[in-house]
């Protein structure tokens, strides 16, 4: 009798399920130490409590996505390779999304209440983009990260000037994301067509414009 090792459509169901309510419901555990805690707490007034707190609940939401989405394509990799990239990148995002969680109880606020519609959404689109093939799956992570580290670059900007506990947190996270479009192209990622890229931008503002409040 031979035994694999390979996972049953039916367990690796099981196995996405388990992460998603992790993802949504859980508090995910951080691999690495959250880089806001070598920064002092710095008392915000309301208005730029409230403001941190909305940009902190977006980049939550991101990681949620991320999460989602690599998880999604991974369900219907091709290439047993390719899948352990997008499983690796998907553990990393797991730090950021406990870092980001983390930060927005300290600032006395929540996660976005939509966190399973994101997931679900966004793991949809994963396995859209995974059925399209390797090449495919890859030229997603490239552009996801490439959106991530742009929105990320605009909060180190506009986040309140006192807050560089968020900001040491998204600082480690933009350095992760870029890292992550690396290997992604060099593993062989495809450039997405139009308008693929720009219908995923129009998304990500919907989803940005949501999230600050809700
Ligand atoms: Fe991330
Ligand atoms: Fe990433």
């Not at 920064?39 to 941190?52: M, N």
């Not at 679900?120 to 030229?139: C, E, K, M, P, T």
Request: proline share 5%; glycine share 6%.
């Amino acid at each position: 009798m031979t035994t694999t090792r390979r996972l049953s459509p039916l367990d690796r169901l099981i196995v996405d399920a388990q992460n998603a309510l992790d993802t949504v419901a859980g508090s995910p555990r951080a691999a690495r130490p959250n880089p806001g805690d070598a920064e002092a707490e710095v008392v915000l007034d309301e208005a730029e409590r409230r403001h941190a707190a909305g940009l902190m609940r977006i980049n939550h939401v991101g990681e949620v996505c991320a999460q989602a989405l690599y998880v999604g394509q991974a369900a219907v990799a091709r290439d047993e390779g390719t899948r352990a990239q997008l499983l690796a990148a998907a553990q990393e995002e797991t730090d950021h999304l406990a870092w980001c969680a983390d930060r927005l109880r300290e600032l006395d606020s929540r996660p976005s209440l939509l966190n399973p519609v994101w997931y679900a959404g966004s793991y949809a689109i994963g396995v859209l983009a995974g059925l399209r093939g390797d090449g495919w799956n890859l030229g997603f992570v490239v552009e996801t990260e490439r959106q991530v580290e742009a929105h990320l670059e605009e909060h180190l900007q506009t986040l309140p000037a006192a807050d560089g506990r968020s900001r040491a947190i998204l600082r480690v996270m933009k350095d992760d994301e870029v890292r992550h479009a690396e290997h992604a192209r060099e593993a062989g990622a495809k450039i997405l067509p139009p308008p693929v890229p720009t219908v995923m931008a129009l998304a990500s503002k919907v989803m940005k414009t949501v999230a600050y409040r809700l």
